[in-house]
Every structure is written in C-alpha cells, then in structure tokens.
C-alpha cells in the first residue's frame, strides 16, 4: 500500500468511521417514550414536566441514557406503541385487558382515583360498585383504564382529552361527578376556578385506591425485555441513593 493510499486512510477514512460509530452509541443512549397531559404527574411544560416524568428521567439517567418524551393524547400513545416506534408510554395502570398486549414496569407511584362534584347543585352518591352509579353523568378522560369499566357495566360516560377539559365540563354542569386523581383533581379545581373551588368535594369511596401508574411497555420495539429489567433495576437503585424520594418532596406527595 502506498504511503499516499494510507495517509488518505487514517486522514479521512478513519475519522469518518469514528463519527458513524459515535452517532450510533448516541442514538442507543436515547430512551424513546411518550407520555400526555396528566399534572402534576406529567405535562408538556416548559421546565416543569410533572412528578411522573422526573422519575422516569432520572431512572433513565441512572441506565445512562436520556429519555426522549413525545407529548400525545393517550390513545395516540398506544398506537406507538403497538407499532414499536418508542420503548413505553406512562404512566399507565396495569389492567387485565392492556396486559395482554403490552408489558409493564414495576411501579413509579401510587395514586387514588375519586369523583369530584359541586356540593351547592348536586349530592352525594354512595356507591359500592361502578355499576351503582348508572343514574348519574359521569366525565372522564379518553383512554384512562377506568373508561371501559364505566362503559362495560352501562354508566353514562362522557369523555373528554384532558383533565383541565374535564374541570371545565364538571363547572359548567354538564356532568355531575368528574373522574380525577386526588391530588391532580384538587390542584386543577384550585388552578382554574380559584375561590369557587371551595364548593367542589369528593365522595369518600374511592374508585381506585393506591393504585400503581407504571410504565406500559411496547412488546414490539426491539429489545425491550433487556430495557425493561434495567429500567426496574434502575428505579430501584434511586429508591435506595434517595433520588426518588427527593423528587417526591419537591412535589409535596403523599400517598393517601
């Protein structure tokens, strides 16, 4: 070989092949996931995404790599993920139905499910199962795990894309309960109707209590059982380096 013939190896040659192998570890290094609009748990804010979504970064970054969030409605989020064009949507309850065509990480929090209503315009209803409450008009949000159950024993279920959409749709009296998490409910009635929030309660039961949100997980995208282990592996170990409980103070979250 000629000295000519190497000098335009290691000149051009070499270089070239250290920039492809450097772009490909980068492109490894991305965690690709989606998420919606779901505060204070996750939200496409600047500089403030949400509880959930700070876990999930830092776990991310605890596996060495950086999580790449896509903001979508929640549906959407589920045909990526059929389609396996991004590792998993969260945070996301694990039912029966979803289970057997995604799998799920271990969970990131625990939250409650209640229904919200105005007290000065409409009364309490007690109930024991979501089949007790077919008298009244519920709001929910389209493709939270609590729709089918609503839908399959025959309530009368309104669904909207968001919960801020669902405050609005519970202050204008178009439903008579609301279906929100405890503490997002609460902030989201404080956030949007101020002094009148003051007239808005939950009924004590419960529709989900303590429930886990958790990463769903595409069964399609390339490698992720290996992902999906070291995603867990990880979040347990910023449980243990008390990253994971700081991310919660900053928050003020308790569990109920």
């Not at 509880?51 to 605890?62: N, P, R």
């Not at 315009?121 to 409450?133: G, I, K, M």
């Not at 279920?157 to 503490?183: H, I, P, Y």
Request: overall charge positive.
């Amino acid at each position: 070989m000629s000295c000519m013939r190497k000098y335009f190896i290691v000149r051009w040659v070499a270089p070239l092949l250290l920039l492809m192998v450097s772009g490909a570890v980068r492109a490894s290094d991305t965690l690709p996931l989606a998420s919606g609009d779901w505060p204070p748990y996750t939200q496409n804010v600047s500089g403030d995404h949400g509880l959930a979504t700070e876990i999930v970064s830092a776990v991310a970054a605890e596996m060495g790599m950086q999580a790449h969030i896509q903001w979508l409605p929640w549906k959407r989020n589920e045909v990526l993920l059929r389609q396996g064009r991004v590792f998993a949507a969260f945070p996301y309850r694990k039912t029966v139905d979803r289970h057997r065509e995604f799998a799920f990480s271990d969970p990131l929090i625990f939250t409650s499910t209640r229904l919200f209503y105005n007290a000065e315009s409409t009364a309490p209803v007690p109930f024991e199962t979501f089949a007790d409450l077919r008298n009244v008009l519920i709001g929910g949000v389209r493709g939270y795990s609590y729709v089918k159950e609503f839908e399959s024993v025959g309530v009368n279920l309104t669904v909207v894309n968001s919960d801020a959409q669902l405050v609005k749709m519970l202050a204008s009296q178009r439903v008579d309960f609301a279906a929100m998490d405890t503490l997002g409910g609460r902030l989201l009635l404080t956030d949007m109707l101020g002094e009148r929030q003051a007239s808005y309660q939950m009924l004590p039961k419960p529709l989900y209590s303590k429930s886990a949100s958790r990463l769903m997980v595409s069964r399609q995208y390339p490698g992720y059982q290996r992902l999906l282990k070291d995603f867990n592996r990880a979040l347990a170990r910023i449980k243990q380096q008390g990253i994971y409980q700081k991310i919660l103070q900053k928050y003020q979250f308790v569990e109920e």
